[in-house]
């Protein structure tokens, strides 16, 4: 086992102590001796009574705290889990939402007697958000930290405002916990197909649909195709009862870092035919940095938006339009941890919006 070094308040981090390094196992920790849990609602609340007024502080933090290791690890005591859980948060300038939904979060899942690790994953500028390819990340981190059997992908301004929704996947099928949301009229999912907000995947089905594309950058389109693997690998969604998966919005304006996706419906058009080639098996990305904090693992990383997508410039949609590789580059140096090493790799970098402006054409 390691030696962790621990940072008492730094000048990085001065509220809570932070643990930084490569990776931690946690899987190390044992409770062979202890009997496997029973699924039980004794401990359970139902439906809860929150509304979008509400706040971290509200929170009863010795009951949130409790056995909680750095990183945002829970196990219970008293049993242990056959199964253990990865809470993937795509994450940008939310703070505020981000501590409630994390406090919301180890309250319940302790109730659930889970077994289970919280890991916000987040975008360094300029680059535009990317949710896909933060989920990517984070379940590529996750899975090397603890190897968690099920994954589940959250939208950071979400609630779940019933215990009764286990936060647990699906053996033989993706599972949207998902089935009503009070950003949409009368709460109601917009569209059949819709798996947005909150997704769980286990291993396999993670692998088995290459994950989230990775090219789209700004707002809107990762889900739809995500839903897309999932159907051309004979899958289906599984979902609670209405009155379970019923989630609060937590209200926000919009973000100027995360604008609609222009290119969402020209990059749906060709999504089936990419899956294979384009996905958790292509990401490219820079850890930058990754730290265990009290109540989650917070994982930095930074790509260059040109190089994604010019990966696939030859790809054509609907036989006339097609991504053009941008040629327009520059030169710079980013430096990468690896083990103990310091690895020096040239990229090619550019204006995120220069090339948003050249991503695309179309053939006349």
């Known amino acids: 086992m390691e030696t962790f070094k621990t940072f008492?308040?730094?000048?990085?981090n001065k509220i809570t102590d932070v643990?930084?390094?490569?990776?931690?196992?946690?899987?190390?920790?044992?409770?062979?001796?202890?009997?496997?849990?029973?699924?039980s609602i004794r401990h359970l609340h139902g439906r809860m009574n929150t509304s979008i007024d509400v706040k971290a502080t509200d929170y009863d933090k010795q009951i949130v705290l409790a056995d909680i290791k750095y990183g945002g690890i829970y196990r219970p005591r008293d049993c242990k889990q056959k199964d253990s859980v990865a809470i993937v948060i795509p994450y940008r300038d939310r703070i505020e939402h981000l501590n409630i939904l994390i406090n919301h979060l180890h309250a319940m899942l302790q109730r659930q007697k889970l077994y289970y690790g919280i890991y916000v994953v987040e975008m360094s500028l300029p680059v535009q958000?990317?949710?896909?390819?933060?989920?990517?990340?984070?379940?590529?981190?996750a899975q090397s930290i603890g190897n968690y059997s099920c994954y589940i992908i959250h939208d950071v301004d979400l609630l779940p405002l019933n215990d009764f929704n286990e936060y647990k996947c699906s053996p033989?099928?993706?599972?949207?916990?998902?089935?009503?949301?009070?950003?949409?009229?009368?709460?109601?999912?917009?569209?059949?197909?819709?798996?947005?907000?909150?997704?769980?995947?286990?291993?396999?089905q993670y692998y088995r649909v290459n994950g989230f594309s990775n090219?789209?950058?700004?707002?809107?389109?990762?889900?739809?195709?995500?839903?897309?693997r999932i159907k051309a690998?004979?899958?289906?969604?599984v979902r609670n009862a209405e009155h379970i998966g019923v989630y609060l919005a937590l209200p926000h304006n919009g973000d100027s870092s995360n604008p609609p996706n222009?290119?969402?419906?020209?990059?749906?058009?060709?999504?089936?035919?990419?899956?294979?080639?384009?996905?958790?098996?292509?990401?490219?990305?820079?850890?930058k940095s990754l730290e265990f904090r009290q109540l989650y693992t917070w994982v930095l990383i930074d790509c260059?938006?040109?190089?994604?997508?010019?990966?696939?410039?030859?790809l054509r949609i609907s036989g006339k339009g097609y991504i053009k590789k941008n040629k327009i580059r520059t030169h710079s140096k980013h430096y990468v941890k690896n083990s103990n090493l310091h690895v020096a790799s040239k990229l090619r970098v550019n204006s995120p919006s220069r090339l948003l402006r050249r991503q695309i054409v179309r053939r006349t």
């Open 172 to 204: 033989n099928n993706p599972k949207h916990l998902v089935t009503k949301n009070s950003k949409f009229k009368n709460d109601a999912l917009p569209y059949t197909d819709y798996i947005g907000g909150v997704l769980a995947l286990t291993t396999e």
């Open 215 to 228: 090219l789209y950058f700004g707002w809107g389109g990762e889900d739809d195709d995500m839903h897309q």
């Open 129 to 141: 958000f990317n949710r896909g390819l933060l989920a990517n990340a984070g379940f590529m981190t």
């Open 8 to 12: 008492m308040s730094t000048e990085k």
């Open 233 to 237: 690998r004979n899958l289906t969604i």
């Open 304 to 314: 260059v938006e040109s190089e994604i997508m010019s990966s696939y410039s030859n």
């Open 19 to 39: 643990l930084q390094q490569e990776t931690i196992h946690w899987s190390s920790y044992t409770d062979k001796d202890l009997a496997l849990c029973k699924k």
């Open 262 to 287: 222009p290119y969402r419906d020209l990059l749906l058009q060709q999504g089936a035919y990419r899956m294979n080639v384009e996905g958790l098996s292509s990401i490219r990305y820079i850890r």
